[in-house]
């Protein structure tokens, strides 16, 4: 039986090559969801096995809807992705540059091309659910003055001729996804851990929390703060750390229970080195 994984988007999206880098080619079945949330139910009603959910991007930033995401169905990190995200204008076979009037992608893919799109003020820019998905819609509505930011396999696969090639802004552009799962499952060799946590408000108490890291030779590889809902001045702060040695982990997480409140291990996993 095919291993199911849900993803944001549809067949040539960077979800599903994020999803083949992470499984391999075989034994695994894409299903393809309208949104972040819709990958979410699928997984929690065992609809699917997997999700592949995007996190951060070198140019954007974090997907901070994706961290609510994370907090309300509190799934485990099993493991990350990293991929590097070559964007590319796409239209119908024979459009010219001097057709386009329309150009579609994810919000996120459009922010990546912000200085390649300054470049032509006169487009109308038009945010849509997927990379892929835009690039479909292209060619199933034949839509002559309409282009779509996307990779080179949502051109190959839905038949569009690539107008200009690599338009992200930064070619050192890339996004980072995480695995999730239902169930903890344990990872062999893991050096690295996404957690989340409270702290008080007092002067310095989440310096505390950090210098417990610090003591123990666990290097602090991200941290991201988002607003506790309904009360002011609370944040529900998501780190991810790395370390070389299992005991000074362990021991950094003895250390900071005592300065914390709510405090999660969102997974344990093995860091992904290859971008």
């Given at each position: 039986?095919?291993?199911?994984?849900?993803?944001?988007?549809?067949?040539?999206?960077?979800?599903?090559?994020?999803?083949?880098?992470?499984?391999?080619?075989?034994?695994?079945?894409?299903?393809?969801?309208?949104?972040?949330k819709?990958t979410?139910?699928?997984?929690?009603?065992?609809?699917?096995?997997?999700?592949?959910?995007?996190?951060?991007?070198?140019?954007?930033?974090?997907?901070?809807?994706?961290?609510?995401?994370?907090?309300?169905?509190k799934?485990?990190?099993?493991?990350?992705?990293?991929?590097?995200?070559?964007?590319?204008?796409?239209?119908?076979?024979?459009?010219?540059?001097?057709?386009?009037?329309?150009?579609?992608?994810?919000p996120?893919?459009?922010?990546?091309?912000?200085?390649?799109?300054?470049?032509?003020?006169?487009?109308?820019?038009?945010?849509?659910?997927?990379?892929?998905?835009?690039?479909?819609?292209?060619?199933?509505?034949?839509?002559?003055?309409?282009?779509?930011?996307?990779?080179?396999?949502?051109?190959?696969?839905?038949?569009?001729?690539?107008?200009?090639?690599?338009?992200?802004?930064?070619?050192?552009?890339?996004?980072?996804?995480?695995?999730?799962?239902?169930?903890?499952?344990?990872?062999?060799?893991?050096?690295?851990?996404s957690?989340?946590?409270?702290?008080?408000?007092?002067?310095g108490?989440l310096?505390?929390?950090?210098?417990?890291?610090?003591?123990?030779?666990?290097?602090?590889s991200?941290?991201?703060?988002?607003?506790?809902?309904?009360?002011?001045?609370?944040?529900?702060?998501?780190?991810?750390v790395?370390?070389?040695?299992?005991?000074?982990?362990?021991?950094?997480?003895?250390?900071?229970?005592?300065?914390?409140?709510?405090?999660?291990?969102?997974?344990?996993?093995?860091?992904?080195?290859?971008?």
């Amino acid at each position: 039986m095919k291993t199911k994984i849900a993803i944001q988007g549809v067949k040539a999206s960077f979800h599903e090559e994020a999803a083949h880098k992470y499984f391999g080619d075989e034994d695994i079945e894409i299903l393809e969801c309208e949104s972040f949330k819709k990958t979410c139910e699928m997984l929690k009603h065992g609809k699917a096995d997997y999700v592949v959910m995007a996190i951060e991007n070198a140019i954007a930033g974090s997907i901070l809807p994706n961290y609510n995401l994370l907090r309300d169905y509190k799934f485990h990190i099993i493991g990350e992705v990293h991929l590097n995200i070559q964007q590319n204008l796409l239209a119908l076979p024979g459009a010219k540059l001097a057709d386009i009037k329309f150009v579609e992608s994810h919000p996120i893919a459009i922010r990546q091309c912000d200085e390649f799109l300054s470049e032509h003020p006169d487009w109308t820019i038009k945010e849509g659910m997927d990379t892929a998905a835009c690039a479909k819609s292209i060619i199933e509505n034949k839509l002559t003055n309409t282009a779509a930011i996307a990779s080179i396999a949502a051109a190959e696969l839905y038949g569009l001729e690539i107008l200009e090639k690599r338009i992200e802004t930064n070619k050192k552009n890339a996004t980072r996804f995480l695995i999730l799962s239902n169930e903890i499952i344990e990872q062999k060799n893991a050096n690295k851990a996404s957690l989340s946590f409270q702290t008080g408000n007092a002067v310095g108490a989440l310096a505390n929390v950090l210098q417990c890291f610090a003591e123990q030779n666990v290097n602090l590889s991200k941290i991201q703060s988002m607003p506790v809902i309904g009360r002011r001045n609370e944040y529900d702060f998501y780190v991810d750390v790395e370390w070389k040695k299992q005991s000074d982990y362990d021991a950094a997480i003895r250390k900071v229970l005592k300065h914390t409140i709510n405090f999660t291990i969102m997974g344990e996993y093995v860091k992904n080195e290859k971008v």
